[in-house]
Every structure is written in structure tokens, then in C-alpha cells.
């Protein structure tokens, strides 16, 4: 009288289909956005100032760098 335990997995079914390529298809687009983000805002957060301060040089009236780094 041996019983057998059978048991199931939770998640969607992989029969028929190719999970290692998926997998890893994703684990990669997700491994590729993180480090995209994480470039973006080290950019974004040294790169805003200097850029305004480039733009505000460009602008009509040429003002000195004194000028666009005084608060008044």
C-alpha cells in the first residue's frame, strides 16, 4: 500500500514551450532598463545645472558667469 505524492507546480504551464530563452530574454531586457535608469539619473543629477548654466551663457544678452552664479 504505497501511495504516490504528485506534485504540481504553481505558475503557468511551460509545456510546448522554450522558458530558458524566455527567461532570459526578460532577465536581460530587465538587467539592461536597471542599468539604463540608473546611468540616466547619475546624468541627470551632475548634468542639469552645468546645462543651464551653458544655456544661460547662449542666451541674447551675454551674461558674465558672476552673473548667472549670483543669486540676485
Known sequence: MSSKVVLKGKGKST???????DNSTSKLFKEWS?????????????????????????SDPKPSISQLLSPV
Open 34 to 58: 536597471t542599468w539604463t535608469i540608473k546611468k540616466a539619473k547619475v546624468i541627470t543629477h551632475y548634468g542639469f545645472i552645468p546645462l543651464i548654466i551653458v544655456i544661460g551663457m547662449n
Open 15 to 21: 509545456k510546448g514551450s522554450k522558458p530558458s530563452v
